[in-house]
């Protein structure tokens, strides 16, 4: 390879990492002309027209060609072809590589979440069976397919999984982490208690986490606090942290401790702007949204009820709309950031750097009658936010707070009755931002489509 097409190469990937997406397709490109033959850049250049939002399948198919044992490429590919409309290509690609490759456990969360979102609720895991059967020693493939079925909390299905898992591997830390995952969140008392007492000394964070969640349940706030507070504390902007921060809030709200409002802002720091873009933009944003919504279901593990959410990161798309939206959007963030309280630290919203900003992802929620997305936080995210682009005549909707924007309440399974901070009326054109360890959802609404744009903004 001749040294300016590996100038190219690196160019793009520093383009790429500081998100002027466009510049970096034009430079991998460049590349691409000058080394045709050399797999990885051919790979990025396909990745690069992929999260571009052009089409991409055609370039990955040669990817594979020159790079057939990179299994990564054969998986996009896949995701390529269901994003230009042909979902069962891609189905029946990673099929196909699955009968070849049975234990590639990558490959068969792919194609299940395929199956899933194409309306195959009975059979969307029969991948996982059949792999079971070539390779039952395989660890990796009996934990995928329990978390396939478990995310969609079908406690009966995910227990028969692990029942085969025990049965076929032994005792092991993972599969016990499995079983506590179920015990705790089925509601099991007795075996959760007998679970979270041999594991009381492990240190995995996903051990931590289903204590912090079981103690809650049980009413026991001071107990899930000195198992939360301690993770959250130790590093305050990680993601770790960013999972434990929303029970910290949780429990100091339940025990009336005056940090929940250092925490999550008194009043909250939720703020509803207008960005400013026209109705003639609106109108083309809403219809250039509808056409990504290409799936029946949307992917297990996301919050929407009743709708679809898209995938890749919206706001990182070519589309000009997107581009324009995503320079207003930014700029509403910076006038959000610009209002926060001094640099503090110890806390998960203050204490980052503040003179650069990032998408950490973004991506559109279409709702019909009846949808909502149920409380949840972003543990990866600074900022968060819903930016909406098309709602229902507010008749549609229903009486108030049908259809609102809602913060502070915890999840529904966790069985604490804590009222939400707020609840903000959605208007078209306004964004909601928000801290991202702040639990939020929407309510659900009677009739009509409740189309938002939402993203996660990260320090550059």
């Known amino acids: 390879m001749s040294a300016e097409a590996l100038r190219w190469r690196d160019q793009a990937r520093v383009l790429r990492g500081a998100q002027r997406m466009v510049e970096a397709d034009q430079a991998i490109a460049r590349a691409r002309t000058l080394a045709p033959a050399d797999p990885l850049i051919a790979f990025l250049h396909a990745q690069s027209r992929y999260e571009l939002g052009h089409p991409a399948a055609a370039l990955f198919a040669e990817v594979c060609r020159l790079w057939p044992d990179n299994l990564d490429a054969l998986r996009n590919r896949a995701l390529a072809e269901a994003s230009e409309g042909r979902p069962e290509r891609a189905r029946d690609l990673l099929a196909a590589a699955l009968a070849e490759k049975p234990g590639w456990a990558e490959g068969h969360r792919v194609l299940a979440a395929l199956e899933w979102v194409a309306g195959n609720t009975a059979g969307f895991d029969a991948s996982y069976a059949r792999a079971i059967t070539a390779e039952p020693g395989h660890p990796a493939l009996w934990l995928g397919w329990f978390a396939a079925v478990a995310q969609l909390r079908d406690w009966p299905r995910a227990e028969a999984v692990l029942d085969r898992a025990e049965a076929a591997l032994g005792p092991s830390r993972p599969l016990v982490e499995a079983r506590l995952f179920l015990a705790t969140e089925r509601g099991d008392e007795a075996e959760a208690e007998r679970l979270l007492s041999l594991t009381a000394d492990w240190p995995q964070p996903f051990v931590r986490i289903a204590a912090i969640r079981h103690a809650l349940r049980r009413g026991q706030p001071e107990r899930a606090l000195a198992i939360a507070l301690p993770l959250a504390q130790a590093d305050p902007c990680s993601p770790l942290a960013g999972q434990a921060w929303p029970y910290v809030s949780t429990c100091w709200r339940l025990l009336g401790d005056e940090r929940a409002g250092w925490l999550d802002g008194a009043p909250p720091f939720v703020r509803d702007a207008e960005v400013g873009l026209t109705a003639v933009e609106l109108a083309g944003l809403a219809d250039l949204l509808r056409g990504l919504h290409a799936f029946q279901l949307p992917y297990a593990e996301q919050s929407v009820r009743g709708g679809t959410q898209t995938d890749r990161s919206v706001l990182l798309r070519h589309e000009p709309l ?34 650069s900003l990032l998408i950490g992802g973004s991506w559109s929620v279409r709702l019909a009658a009846g949808g909502f997305n149920v409380a949840h936080s972003h543990p990866r995210g600074w900022i968060s936010s819903a930016f909406y682009v098309s709602l229902p005549d507010p008749a549609a909707m229903g009486a108030a707070p049908a259809g609102h924007f809602q913060c502070g309440a915890p999840p529904v399974e966790l069985g604490v009755e804590l009222a939400p901070y707020a609840t903000i009326a959605p208007q078209v054109g306004h964004v909601v931002l928000f801290p991202s360890t702040l639990w939020h959802g929407t309510v659900p609404f009677a009739a009509g489509e409740r189309l938002n744009l939402a993203f996660d903004v990260v320090p550059g």
């Not at 997107?322 to 001094?342: F, G, I, K, N, W």
């Open 322 to 355: 997107l581009q324009r939206a995503r320079e207003a959007l930014l700029a509403a963030v910076r006038d959000y950031v610009a209002s926060l309280p001094p640099l503090d630290p110890t806390h998960p919203l203050l204490a980052r750097p503040r003179d």
